[in-house]
């Protein structure tokens, strides 16, 4: 009974003691590699915002929850993971939103992210993502984040496409990167096929060396491409 309580006594005690440790400056870590949106420093001030300084000072004050909601107050991050390790040391993991494309409005810019969720842009850093116009509704958001999932994935698409236009009749038009062509893709109908035809002309016009000649590639009629040459000193 003794020896029982003896070790009932020091768990205790190691418990109490554990809990009274103090807690180390926050150790801040991005899962996707470098902080890009959101710095270090701004991670910080949102924890500090969160809790008075003097109450995390030890782990029995810390409320990881109320930690984790404060930095989620920021429109950049995606998730936020809080923790104390055995040493004492608090833990930040942080998951930032990932921007598919910029939108255009008017003089206004913001994000499209791939949850298909508006995000601001961001004064630390500027996405390489392709430029949308065209946007008038949250109609052409979700005809936009639709765009993302069955033709954005696509591994070519991705290298080509560096614009894209939603047109008042919410057909796509999409700006190139290889031959500075506009391709009228249509409405979102019978994607793959369009894929499929894009990437046979681009392979047919890279392999002869044609792809400068023309301007214009629509692929939105069935069975055929239709491309408009350039006019002459263009």
């Known amino acids: 009974m003794f020896f029982l309580m003896l070790l009932i006594g020091l768990f205790s005690f190691s418990q109490y003691r554990n809990a009274k440790r103090k807690v180390s400056k926050p150790s801040i870590r991005f899962k996707e590699g470098d902080n890009l949106f959101i710095t270090r420093k701004e991670v910080n001030k949102l924890l ?3 809790y008075d300084n003097t109450k995390i000072s030890t782990k029995e004050n810390l409320n990881l929850k109320v930690l984790e909601k404060g930095i989620l107050k920021s429109e950049m991050i995606e998730n936020a993971e809080v923790y104390v390790s055995v040493d004492g040391k608090l833990q930040v993991e942080i998951t930032q939103r990932k921007p598919i494309f910029r939108i255009k409005v008017n003089d206004a810019s913001y994000y499209l992210d791939d949850k298909g969720k508006k ?3 961001s004064k630390n850093y500027a996405a390489r993502v392709p430029i949308v116009t065209g946007v008038q509704s949250d109609l052409n958001i979700k005809q936009l984040y639709s765009f993302y999932k069955k033709v954005w994935k696509d591994a070519f698409m991705q290298k080509q496409i560096i614009g894209i236009n939603i047109t008042n009749t919410d057909e796509f038009e999409l700006k190139t990167r290889i031959g500075n062509h506009v391709i009228e893709f249509g409405k979102l109908q019978r994607v793959a096929e369009k894929l499929q035809k894009i990437k046979v002309f681009y392979k047919k016009a890279l392999a002869d060396n044609t792809y400068n000649k023309y301007k214009k590639i ?8 239709v491309c408009t040459k350039k006019e002459l000193g263009s």
């Open 218 to 225: 629509n692929v939105k009629y069935r069975n055929q491409v």
């Open 119 to 121: 995000m601001p842009l």
């Open 48 to 50: 500090i915002q969160s």
